[in-house]
């Protein structure tokens, strides 16, 4: 899909909670990211980047919690250009909102708390893992939750290594979790953790809060598998 740069990526993986990361990019700007990552071809590594991912996770979060649309207060944290909070909008909700760091010359970040925190495909691409679970903590409310989306390793990554298909710096895909190591970055910020499935993931304070009882037992889609192009490889 793309040429080879020449350019080593190297990975490392922590012993104890598996977590996998590359520190080849940490001391990248957010304009190094936006030019060499987040550009025109950027649609080329992640295609459902433009529609498909914001128009299914609009569906999805109004299955979710449908029945709060007209008083839930949301933030889409890494959002891209606002499309999945237009659609929700449609969908009757009143109060939301999207940011990006990565997208745009003037990203725009809110104060205070909202009642949902979503943050789509976004956790994988950030260097700084304590200050992004601080970030989103910090923006939800007491009884609120964040819903975010990340695919977990899986049960054979020993084998795969960087074989496995979501391990891709040209994807912007630089931090890498297990179970564990989502579990660690969300109980530093006093959240708990529930994996509805081993791409979409609950964070929350408070268990009887009605949104997040709501968000608990809700279905959710399959997680995401490779591109077509790629499934034979790893079958």
């Excluded at 250009?81 to 760091?101: H, K, T, W, Y």
């Excluded at 409310?141 to 390793?153: C, E, R, Y």
């Excluded at 179970?179 to 609950?202: N, T, W």
């Amino acid at each position: 899909m793309f040429s080879n740069t020449g350019i080593a990526v190297h990975y490392s993986s922590c012993s104890r909670c598996g977590h996998i990361w590359t520190a080849c990019l940490d001391d990248w700007t957010a304009r190094d990211f936006q030019d060499r990552i987040y550009n025109e071809s950027y649609v080329l590594a992640d295609p459902p980047f433009t529609y498909d991912r914001p128009a299914r996770n609009s569906a999805m979060i109004d299955a979710m919690v449908g029945n709060f649309r007209r008083d839930l207060e949301i933030l889409d944290w890494g959002g891209g250009d606002g499309l999945m909070a237009r659609m929700l909008i449609e969908r009757g909700f009143q109060n939301v909102i999207s940011c990006d760091p990565f997208y745009g010359d003037t990203p725009r970040f809110p104060d205070g708390t909202f009642d949902l925190v979503t943050c789509f495909e976004v956790v994988e691409h950030v260097p700084d893992q304590r200050g992004l679970f601080a970030e989103l903590a910090r923006h939800t409310a007491a009884d609120g939750a964040i819903l975010l989306s990340t695919l977990l390793q899986p049960p054979d990554i020993g084998e795969l290594r960087l074989g496995w298909w979501y391990a891709r710096p040209r994807n912007g895909h630089i931090r890498l979790h297990s179970a564990k190591s989502l579990e660690l970055c969300l109980s530093r910020e006093g959240l708990r953790l529930k994996s509805l499935s081993g791409e979409m993931h609950v964070a929350y304070r408070d268990p009887e809060s009605p949104l997040v009882e709501a968000l608990l037992s809700a279905k959710v889609h399959a997680p995401s598998l490779p591109p077509a192009r790629s499934l034979a490889e790893y079958s």
